[in-house]
């Protein structure tokens, strides 16, 4: 079982992901990110969801399929379907960093497809990407529709010194820094945000979102 198991933590209605709309704030919660901690969007994002085989007269294929087809024929954007290590499905894209506006309505719609079909509560998140700059620290914002909330997720720069104000993580082999996350970033992500996106009050259900393909 992967860390992403935990955004299943309560269930959702049979049909319908509750939180879907709530993408569709972000890209004035972008501008207020920019303005705020000079990150932008990279154009990536992805929709994670529970793998299902077939469902009721295959109506999970369906799904898939009428989303890759709603998502062909634009030479703007470029899709895949991948399965990351942990087991979860992914419909991951990529458009031009200043098209943000219509990659959150590509999530919307991959979120809207598998919510129509029923499979609403097989949605864990939808992720978007973020930089500062040349700089290569990586900022996302998770959106998870059972829970109707977003939050931060920032992953250490395997450089980055394990300074428990700075990241959390554990450490590896020998003591050489694990794969970890800035807390630092996280928190000033949350505080510019506060006031533009309902943000996880939790922070104990700020899943980190590893090897998620295309991301």
Do not use: K
């Not at 920019?34 to 992805?46: D, I, L, N, Q, S």
């Amino acid at each position: 079982m992967g860390v992403l198991d935990g955004l299943l933590g309560r269930p959702a209605p049979p049909s319908g992901a509750p939180g879907a709309g709530r993408l569709l704030a972000l890209p004035a919660a972008a501008a207020v990110l920019e303005a705020r901690t000079g990150f932008v969007p990279t154009g990536t994002g992805g929709v994670c969801h529970r793998l299902v085989e077939g469902g009721p007269f295959g109506a999970f294929g369906r799904a898939q399929r009428e989303i890759e087809r709603l998502l062909s024929g634009d030479p703007a954007r470029r899709t895949g379907v991948s399965t990351d290590p942990h087991g979860w499905g992914w419909t991951h894209l990529t458009r031009a960093p200043d098209d943000f506006e219509a990659l959150v309505a590509d999530l919307h719609l991959i979120e809207t497809v598998f919510a129509d079909a029923g499979y609403g509560r097989y949605l864990l998140c939808s992720v978007t990407g973020f930089r500062r700059g040349t700089e290569r620290q990586l900022l996302y914002l998770v959106h998870t529709p059972v829970r109707d909330a977003f939050y931060p997720w920032a992953p250490r720069l395997p450089e980055a010194p394990s300074d428990p104000e700075e990241a959390d993580g554990q450490e590896g082999a020998a003591g050489a820094p694990a794969r970890g996350r800035s807390n630092l970033v996280e928190t000033r992500t949350r505080e510019a945000l506060a006031e533009t996106l309902p943000i996880e009050p939790d922070r104990h259900r700020w899943f980190p979102v590893w090897d998620a393909p295309g991301l």
